[in-house]
């Protein structure tokens, strides 16, 4: 069983930045693919970063790329993601997800945090 739980959102002008961390418990970390996905009121969760195990290969949603980093510290169980040039359209409750392999499909991740809204006024 894991358990994770997000921290690190608030309210932040456009073009300002904010670090997301999800702290994980209860399983190998070191195994498990770790995943940010993001839901807009009124829209579906959609995809936004995702780390290998190692932290070797990094994957990102087309809207993110470039402004968003993930990594991850498995001395701490702990994954992030920097959002910098932050855009009115970030706006939306970020969660942490974890699996064992890579996947964009918000169906195949069995374990989430409870989300972290993040705010970004124009």
């Known amino acids: 069983q894991v358990q994770l739980v997000e921290s690190g959102g608030g309210l932040v002008q456009a073009g300002g930045s904010l670090r997301l961390s999800c702290a994980a418990s209860g399983s190998p970390f070191t195994m498990d693919v770790m995943a940010w996905f993001r839901q807009a009121p009124g829209k579906e969760r959609e995809f936004v970063a995702a780390?290998?195990?190692?932290?070797?290969?990094?994957y990102y949603g087309d809207s993110v790329k470039d402004r968003f980093t993930i990594s991850r510290d498995n001395v701490k169980n702990t994954v992030y993601l920097q959002m910098n040039r932050l855009r009115p359209e970030d706006t939306a409750v970020y969660y942490c997800?974890?699996?064992?392999?890579?996947?964009?499909?918000?169906?195949?991740?069995?374990?989430w945090g409870q989300g972290t809204q993040v705010t970004v006024s124009s």
């Open positions: 997800a974890a699996r064992p392999l890579l996947t964009y499909s918000v169906a195949e991740y069995g374990y």
């Open positions: 780390i290998s195990w190692n932290g070797d290969s990094t």
